[in-house]
Nanobody, 122 residues
């Protein structure tokens, strides 16, 4: 089993920056491909970004490309999502997800965190 705990979500204004963190435990972090997803009120959960288990592969949704950056620190068992130039449309609960050894894609995640709320005011 893998346990994931997100943190860093809060209320910000449009144009601000915010960094989310996700701490993982239960499996060697270096074997986990990590993903970020989000779910806005009344909408389906959508993929945001993913980073491969060795950090070499990174993949972003078109809606965040150029504004968001995913990274990982294997020494701290943590994955980050740096979000810049935030827009009201970025308002959502952000979830961290993990899968073992998989490619950094939109699907196939086995483990999920509880989510952290990001609210962007206009």
């Amino acid at each position: 089993q893998v346990q994931l705990v997100e943190s860093g979500g809060r209320l910000v204004q449009a144009g601000d920056s915010l960094r989310l963190s996700c701490a993982a435990s239960g499996r060697p972090f270096s074997t986990l491909t990590m993903g970020w997803f989000r779910q806005a009120p009344g909408k389906e959960r959508e993929f945001v970004a993913a980073i491969g288990y060795v950090g070499a592969g990174i993949y972003y949704a078109d809606s965040v490309k150029g504004r968001f950056t995913v990274s990982r620190d294997n020494g701290k068992n943590t994955v980050y999502l740096q979000m810049n130039s935030l827009k009201p449309d970025d308002t959502a609960v952000y979830y961290c997800a993990a899968k073992r050894y998989g490619s950094p894609t939109r699907t196939g995640y086995d483990y999920w965190g509880q989510g952290t709320q990001v609210t962007v005011s206009s």
